[in-house]
């Protein structure tokens, strides 16, 4: 009996502790199992302990590990486990009307729950899927796999993204304030620019008409300070431009965070606008070169205006700061062209840097199917394993696995095992695994492990069985009737012995009806064990199998045949006889002649043995009342089987003995040597020793002393 469902003990390790308690009832030792795990990098490692390490105290009811004392006990931080391995072989014989040991059969019940016990703290820790859905445990599990490892990678992406995507707006905004400062610059420049050269024309207006060429140097001033201005007027469009290619570059900067070719895309156009305001500013430093040189040529033209003059180089000296204040107007520009670059720069970087992340997610992700892979048993690259341990090596489904053969520590990396077989050796780091099958990786039958497949309807494969909701259908579609060996139908499933006819009983009710037969023939009335033989006989405890009558059947066959045969010669001879019956006749008459006289013998032979049936009779009745002393025997020497010769025959035991089933008192029956036996009649034919006991006295008993056969004389005497 079982009156606990615990399978496994997990124990700390302490540094101290070498004894183990055993919580769980076991059938032999050699199902008790030790298993050491040890954490690395978060995951558990577990080894499985040879017995050769540990030993079992069957008193204490203790496992000793490690049982080795130069080897130190468990340290802290690792666990034991104690646990239950049942064997799955079913190791007992029950023989028909043989012997039954309730011990024996109690082992065999508390074995089939321990498997069940085992089987269920093992379902437990399994993934389970909805009863009523038509999941693939092992699609849910890769489905688990791939969810965590897509979830953390959008995680990573996502926060990846976030971190360069605000470093993007803040980078771009700077610029954007950089770029609009310079547009600002550049304006003040302009309108220097413009004021100082309609100071230089008003200058050039009041020169006196006298000076002709001083007034056309002039004019050409003003020509040229218009052109200038005209310069500076296309670089404040070309700034405005730069301030919206700037702006734009803000824009494009938010959008890095999303796509790093709007962040190229807006560095170009920064770039392009850097290039036309470098070119306007060029133009307008021309343009003021230019007027720089007529002034100064009005200046030599009109050396003899005073004042005039001088305004004039004045105007030109403004016209050049103004030429001078567009170069700085284009520096700034150029500044804010750089600051725009290093914007799309900072862009690239933020995706380089999500590369970085996406990597870091990769990375992390490969831990997590590390973590999770180990967990369900997977292959774990640089990683210790031990002789015995067992891993699988795809993520897909498949029949087979690797068991350690060699110790040692993995490889870096996936194990990759292209086209395996049964047998294969792969060498893994410095641990050698050997390819193996799942046992029953064939077709399950119901004395062997295997693989079964499930079909979703009917048909003639014989490799597996049908889904549930495909049995039902196949049921529901069935015709309404019960089935026949002709007519397909509903056949019920009793489970009980009964007089119903639209069903059959369940394997175990018929296993429990044979069991509960009446151990003896079974008849018309009553129930039994009935014997099938494979030949004829004289057994009454039986009958024939199918195949034996169809033997006996075939005998007989050819025995008609035989007879068959047989009688045609025997027509044949009654043909032959015919000739004889003519002459035979001839002789009857004289036989009947014969006949007569024998007749008138007869009659006085007839008279003769009645007479003598009447001394016959005599005598049998005398002899029967006699016993026949026939000396003293051992009681082992008793005959075994006793027939009516034997009636009267006495028999002295010499030895202390016990009766059995020859004697009438029965069997069990203990007498001491010197007992005389005799045989007797105990019911009509059938004949039996009954002990004399004690001194027979026989001298009252008649005793034949001669018989004369001519004349049917007996003689008979007393002692």
Not at 8 to 25: L, M, S
Not at 391 to 410: D, K, L, P, R, S
Request: charged residues 15%.
């Amino acid at each position: 009996m079982r009156n606990s469902t615990v399978v496994k003990a997990i124990y700390n390790g302490n540094g101290i502790t070498r004894r183990w308690d055993i919580p769980f009832e076991y059938l032999d030792t050699s199902e008790i199992a030790v298993i050491l795990t040890t954490v690395v990098d978060d995951i558990n490692v577990e080894e499985h302990i040879p017995t050769s390490d540990y030993t079992i105290d069957i008193s204490s009811n203790e496992v000793i590990y490690p049982s080795d004392l130069s080897v130190s006990p468990i340290e802290e931080g690792k666990k034991v486990t104690i646990h239950r391995v049942t064997d799955l072989l079913q190791k007992s014989d029950y023989t028909n009307q043989g012997a039954l040991w309730p011990e024996s059969v109690e082992a065999s019940f508390d074995k089939i729950h321990q498997i069940l016990h085992e089987q269920k703290e093992s379902i437990d820790r399994s993934v389970k899927v909805d009863i009523t859905g038509n999941d693939d445990p092992q699609q849910y599990f890769n489905e688990i796999i791939e969810t965590a490892k897509l979830g953390l990678q959008k995680a990573t992406e996502a926060i990846a993204a976030a971190e360069a995507a605000e470093a993007s707006e803040t980078n771009a905004a700077a610029s954007a304030t950089a770029a609009a400062a310079s547009a600002a610059s550049m304006d003040e420049s302009v309108a220097t620019c413009t004021e100082k050269a309609a100071e230089a024309a008003a200058s050039a207006a009041s020169i006196d008409e006298a000076a002709q060429t001083a007034t056309s140097k002039a004019a050409e001033a003003v020509a040229s300070a218009t052109a200038a201005a005209g310069s500076a007027t296309a670089a404040a469009g070309s700034a405005a431009t730069a301030q919206s290619s700037a702006t734009s570059a803000a824009g494009s900067a938010s959008a890095a965070a999303t796509s790093e070719t709007n962040a190229t895309t807006a560095a170009t156009s920064a770039t392009t606008a850097k290039t036309a305001a470098e070119t306007a500013a060029s133009n307008a430093a021309t343009s003021a070169t230019a007027a720089a040189g007529s002034a100064t040529s009005a200046a030599n033209s009109v050396a003899s205006i005073g004042d005039s003059v001088e305004v004039a180089q004045q105007a030109a000296q403004d016209a050049q700061d103004a030429a001078d204040s567009i170069g700085d107007a284009e520096e700034t520009c150029t500044t804010a062209a750089t600051n725009a670059s290093a914007s799309a720069t900072a862009a690239a970087n933020s995706a380089t840097a999500a590369a970085g992340s996406a990597t870091t997610a990769a990375e992390k992700a490969a831990e997590v199917i590390h973590i999770v892979g180990g967990k369900f048993g997977y292959r774990q690259e640089d990683t210790r394993y031990n002789v015995g341990d067992m891993a699988f090596f795809t993520w897909t489904m498949n029949t087979m696995y690797i068991e350690c053969t060699t110790g040692g520590v993995t490889a870096s990396g996936d194990l990759v095992i292209n086209n395996p077989s049964v047998g294969d050796v792969v060498q893994d780091g410095t641990v050698v695994w050997t390819v193996r099958q799942f046992a029953g990786a064939s077709v399950a039958t119901d004395t062997r492990e295997g693989i079964t497949k499930i079909y979703g309807t009917t048909g003639n494969n014989t490799d597996g069985t049908m889904t549930q909701s495909a049995i039902t259908s196949a049921i529901n579609s069935v015709t309404p009737g019960t089935a026949t060996d002709t007519t397909a139908g509903v056949t019920k499933v009793y489970t009980t012995t009964g007089s119903n006819t639209d069903g059959t009983m369940s394997q175990a009710a018929i296993t429990s009806a044979i069991n509960n037969a009446a151990p003896g023939t079974a008849t018309d009335t009553t129930a039994g064990i009935t014997k099938v033989y494979p030949t004829t006989g004289s057994n009454t405890d039986g009958t024939m199998s199918q195949s034996a009558i169809s033997a006996e059947f075939s005998d007989i066959n050819t025995d008609i045949t035989d007879l068959q045969t047989d009688v045609g010669t025997a027509q044949n001879d009654i043909v032959s006889l015919g000739g004889d019956v003519g002459l035979a006749q001839s002789n009857i008459g004289i036989l009947q002649n014969s006949m007569t006289t024998a007749q008138g013998n007869i009659g006085t032979l007839q008279t003769s043995m009645a007479t003598a049936q009447t001394d016959i009779t005599n005598l049998q009745s005398a002899m029967s009342m006699t016993y026949k002393a026939k000396g003293s025997i051992a009681f082992a020497n008793l005959p075994a089987t006793l027939t009516s010769e034997m009636l009267g025959w006495v028999y002295n035991i010499y030895d202390d003995f016990t009766t059995d089933s020859r004697f009438v008192e029965g069997t069990g029956n203990d007498y001491f040597a010197g007992e005389n036996v005799a045989v007797v009649e105990y019911q009509t034919g059938v004949y039996k020793l009954d002990v004399l006991s004690g001194y027979i006295d026989l001298s009252n008993y008649p005793r034949v002393v001669s018989f004369d056969s001519s004349t049917g004389t007996l003689t008979l005497s007393t002692l």
